[in-house]
């Protein structure tokens, strides 16, 4: 039977539950013999079995009596081979066998009444992606549920008198956090917990269950559905949404794994003699564009929107899911609600037999309702992941031509600035993510003689970039206390000791915690840095051209913003110094950029008030008047960056 003249089903697969009697349906068209082996206990030596029905569209069916909940099972095929089921919802401690739930059962109490936050979309967004073990794990977290899900239910956890967990979250104002991975991975032991027992969890074994290793207890298979709900429900509560990293372009075992062993060479991209492809650089890559591909992926993703209520999903190496799978998949869950975010990689991890004009590259995005990590202005800002290169923040000029252009949200603003998008929205703007070398110790790395206060203020330097740019800003857990992995570049399998978040960091940077907390406070009361239509930023965003300074000031970004019509002053002016002295920007050369707009004639006439509300310092709740009397109006000191509000009177 040749690939294409596989039977494609409609029906719903795995184990529909109901109090007497419960249904198994596996898709296996190539196997003639199929039985369920139903065991009472995750590691009972007994099974029984029950012969399986293969119909037409190559399903195999059996239909047992009784009420199953906590029994355990796998597929038996051809008699020889015992593989659990793809689309399981648990599995027993280190995914031995499937697991039957009533999922009635692993719903917290009041989950039904709670709801999902509203609002935050697109360019309001603000992206915190974290590790579930990373966030507790530390012996000075400060929360008793360590490395678990459970402690994202915490409230009150604290470090000399300073917020930990929850309750930091909120204290820090981001919208959504980003779990990595939480479905069932393999290369973690869920029955033991030792410093060395890590990783970040791109190792698919089961993708509807839940890892274990987070769970209270591994063995009970309603424990790690219960406690992530729970945790769901905390963040939810709080007004937090929650977006779930899923890794659907691999599976972590290849020939033995259970889509393989189900359907051979089906469910992976293989080569005509055999060779299973490897975009993902894992050993393989999953079949999206066949149809029962594309149907686990949107099959389980609808499952985890509907189920967990979950507010959106991150994209590993997106480049390797076909575009119309993303784009069905979008248009699935945004019917279940509206809000769904989606976002990912385009790129992969190696050569692909998924053709050029199906990979979801930069520009696959445009107008589809989705986003994409921007990785061209993420190597402005700090240089390369890495290595010994500098970007903007390093006073590195090659970059500027591609930090203007992600300032603007990466969108086709003039000949000059040509992005990848044609909607500020469809940018992930970020600095560095779970991957490679966190910021500090990059900025580390590119500045081997630097002292803490210049590293300090490279920071703030590439924080000040992300929160005042168009797009939606993404950043790691940590960076906001200048969290370190000791040198680290690829800490996925790590020890703990490298890869706990040191909530000590907050104690030692809270100046910096707290610089951070103002960027977010200025993002989310200034909508000139949220704008969301290419025609108002092609409008309103204009830079000060490098002709308006000095030789010495060359290195500058200055650009202003026409506030709504509404607003109580005229314009918004940003200033980027990444030199190592003051920036001096004169009242001729703050006009010549208000000039810019057509409509504001008497700009060059009137008096011109400033007022400076973001500094080195940080937000200024009372904005600092500048005195007009002063030959240069606007200073920014080194590596630092302004922001001003500016008047015509």
Same mark, same amino acid.
């Given at each position: 039977?040749?690939?294409?003249?596989?039977?494609?089903?409609?029906?719903?697969?795995?184990?529909?539950?109901?109090?007497?009697?419960?249904?198994?349906?596996?898709?296996?068209?190539?196997?003639?013999?199929?039985?369920?082996?139903?065991?009472?206990?995750?590691?009972?030596?007994?099974?029984?079995?029950?012969?399986?029905?293969? /119909?037409?569209? +190559?399903? =195999?069916? %059996?239909?047992? &009596?009784?009420?199953?909940?906590?029994?355990?099972? !796998?597929?038996? #095929?051809?008699?020889?081979?015992?593989?659990?089921?793809?689309?399981?919802?648990?599995?027993?401690?280190?995914?031995?066998?499937?697991?039957?739930?009533?999922?009635?059962?692993?719903?917290?109490?009041?989950?039904?009444?709670?709801?999902?936050?509203?609002?935050?979309?697109?360019?309001?967004?603000?992206?915190?992606?974290?590790?579930?073990?990373?966030?507790?794990?530390?012996?000075?977290?400060?929360? /008793?549920?360590? +490395?678990? =899900?459970? %402690?994202?239910? &915490?409230?009150?956890?604290?470090?000399?008198?300073? !917020?930990?967990? #929850?309750?930091?979250?909120?204290?820090?104002?981001?919208?959504?956090?980003?779990?990595?991975?939480?479905?069932?991975?393999?290369?973690?032991?869920?029955?033991?917990?030792?410093?060395?027992?890590?990783?970040?969890?791109?190792?698919?074994?089961?993708?509807?269950?839940?890892?274990?290793?987070?769970?209270?207890?591994?063995?009970?298979?309603?424990?790690?559905?219960?406690?992530?709900?729970?945790?769901?429900?905390?963040?939810?509560?709080?007004?937090?949404?929650?977006?779930?990293?899923?890794?659907?372009?691999?599976?972590?075992?290849?020939?033995?794994?259970?889509?393989?062993?189900?359907?051979?060479?089906?469910?992976?991209?293989?080569?005509?003699?055999?060779?299973?492809?490897?975009?993902?650089?894992?050993?393989?890559?999953?079949?999206?564009?066949?149809?029962?591909?594309?149907?686990?992926?949107?099959?389980?993703?609808?499952?985890?929107?509907?189920?967990?209520?979950?507010?959106?999903?991150?994209?590993?190496?997106?480049?390797?899911?076909?575009?119309?799978?993303?784009?069905?998949?979008?248009?699935?869950?945004?019917?279940?609600?509206?809000?769904?975010?989606?976002?990912?990689?385009?790129?992969?991890?190696?050569?692909?037999?998924?053709?050029?004009?199906?990979?979801?590259?930069?520009?696959?995005?445009?107008?589809?309702?989705?986003?994409?990590?921007?990785?061209?202005?993420?190597?402005?800002?700090?240089?390369?992941?890495?290595?010994?290169?500098?970007?903007?923040?390093?006073?590195?000029?090659?970059?500027?031509?591609?930090?203007?252009?992600?300032?603007?949200?990466?969108?086709?603003?003039?000949?000059?600035?040509?992005?990848?998008?044609?909607?500020?929205?469809?940018?992930?703007?970020?600095?560095?993510?779970?991957?490679?070398?966190?910021?500090?110790?990059?900025?580390?790395?590119?500045?081997?003689?630097?002292?803490?206060?210049?590293?300090?203020?490279?920071?703030?330097?590439?924080?000040?970039?992300?929160?005042?740019?168009?797009?939606?800003?993404?950043?790691?857990?940590?960076?906001?206390?200048?969290?370190?992995?000791?040198?680290?570049?690829?800490?996925?399998?790590?020890?703990?000791?490298?890869?706990?978040?040191?909530?000590?960091?907050?104690?030692?940077?809270?100046?910096?915690?707290?610089?951070?907390?103002?960027?977010?406070?200025?993002?989310?009361?200034?909508?000139?840095?949220?704008?969301?239509?290419?025609?108002?930023?092609?409008?309103?965003?204009?830079?000060?051209?490098?002709?308006?300074?000095?030789?010495?000031?060359?290195?500058?970004?200055?650009?202003?913003?026409?506030?709504?019509?509404?607003?109580?002053?005229?314009?918004?002016?940003?200033?980027?110094?990444?030199?190592?002295?003051?920036?001096?920007?004169?009242?001729?050369?703050?006009?010549?950029?208000?000039?810019?707009?057509?409509?504001?004639?008497?700009?060059?006439?009137?008096?011109?008030?400033?007022?400076?509300?973001?500094?080195?310092?940080?937000?200024?709740?009372?904005?600092?008047?500048?005195?007009?009397?002063?030959?240069?109006?606007?200073?920014?000191?080194?590596?630092?960056?302004?922001?001003?509000?500016?008047?015509?009177?």
């Amino acid at each position: 039977m040749n690939l294409s003249d596989y039977p494609v089903s409609q029906k719903k697969l795995g184990v529909i539950y109901e109090k007497n009697q419960s249904t198994f349906n596996v898709w296996a068209p190539t196997h003639h013999l199929v039985s369920v082996a139903l065991y009472d206990s995750a590691k009972a030596p007994h099974r029984t079995l029950y012969p399986m029905k293969k /119909s037409s569209d +190559g399903v =195999f069916s %059996a239909v047992i &009596e009784g009420d199953l909940h906590g029994k355990f099972y !796998t597929f038996i #095929l051809e008699s020889q081979f015992e593989v659990t089921d793809p689309y399981c919802v648990s599995v027993a401690a280190n995914s031995v066998r499937s697991a039957v739930v009533d999922l009635e059962k692993t719903n917290p109490d009041n989950w039904h009444n709670h709801t999902r936050p509203r609002g935050n979309l697109g360019c309001d967004a603000i992206l915190y992606e974290v590790h579930v073990a990373d966030f507790s794990a530390h012996a000075n977290s400060g929360m /008793s549920h360590k +490395g678990k =899900f459970l %402690a994202f239910t &915490e409230n009150g956890t604290s470090i000399e008198n300073l !917020t930990t967990g #929850l309750d930091h979250l909120v204290e820090l104002g981001v919208t959504h956090v980003h779990l990595m991975p939480v479905y069932d991975y393999i290369t973690v032991d869920e029955e033991i917990e030792a410093d060395h027992n890590y990783n970040w969890g791109y190792d698919p074994e089961h993708f509807n269950a839940i890892e274990g290793s987070y769970a209270t207890d591994a063995n009970d298979p309603v424990s790690r559905i219960v406690d992530l709900k729970s945790a769901i429900m905390a963040l939810h509560e709080k007004g937090l949404k929650v977006v779930l990293d899923v890794v659907y372009n691999h599976t972590y075992r290849t020939e033995h794994s259970n889509f393989n062993m189900l359907v051979p060479h089906y469910y992976h991209r293989v080569t005509e003699d055999g060779i299973f492809s490897n975009g993902s650089g894992c050993g393989n890559e999953f079949a999206s564009d066949k149809p029962m591909g594309r149907k686990f992926i949107i099959d389980s993703l609808v499952y985890w929107a509907t189920e967990f209520k979950v507010d959106g999903f991150r994209f590993d190496l997106m480049a390797l899911i076909d575009r119309k799978t993303i784009e069905t998949a979008l248009k699935t869950l945004r019917e279940i609600d509206p809000e769904i975010l989606f976002y990912g990689e385009p790129w992969m991890g190696g050569l692909s037999l998924l053709p050029d004009a199906e990979r979801v590259y930069k520009g696959a995005q445009c107008g589809k309702g989705y986003a994409l990590f921007n990785d061209d202005f993420r190597d402005a800002i700090k240089g390369d992941n890495d290595g010994y290169g500098q970007g903007y923040i390093h006073g590195n000029k090659d970059m500027k031509h591609r930090l203007h252009t992600g300032i603007v949200g990466s969108i086709p603003y003039d000949q000059q600035y040509i992005g990848f998008t044609t909607h500020p929205c469809e940018s992930i703007n970020y600095f560095n993510s779970h991957d490679n070398l966190i910021l500090f110790d990059k900025l580390k790395k590119a500045s081997p003689d630097a002292s803490i206060e210049t590293l300090i203020d490279l920071n703030k330097l590439a924080f000040n970039i992300l929160f005042t740019s168009q797009g939606t800003p993404f950043f790691h857990a940590g960076n906001e206390f200048l969290r370190d992995k000791k040198g680290a570049h690829n800490s996925y399998n790590a020890p703990l000791s490298i890869n706990a978040i040191d909530w000590g960091k907050k104690v030692d940077h809270q100046a910096f915690f707290k610089y951070v907390c103002d960027l977010i406070t200025l993002r989310k009361t200034y909508a000139c840095f949220r704008m969301k239509e290419v025609a108002d930023i092609k409008k309103r965003l204009h830079f000060v051209e490098d002709s308006a300074f000095e030789e010495a000031f060359k290195d500058a970004i200055v650009y202003v913003i026409k506030e709504s019509e509404d607003a109580s002053f005229d314009f918004m002016l940003v200033a980027h110094n990444p030199s190592k002295q003051p920036l001096l920007l004169s009242t001729e050369q703050i006009k010549t950029a208000i000039d810019k707009y057509k409509k504001s004639p008497k700009s060059k006439k009137s008096t011109l008030k400033i007022e400076r509300i973001f500094d080195h310092e940080g937000l200024h709740v009372s904005p600092r008047v500048i005195d007009p009397e002063m030959q240069h109006l606007i200073r920014i000191l080194p590596l630092s960056s302004g922001v001003f509000k500016l008047s015509n009177h």
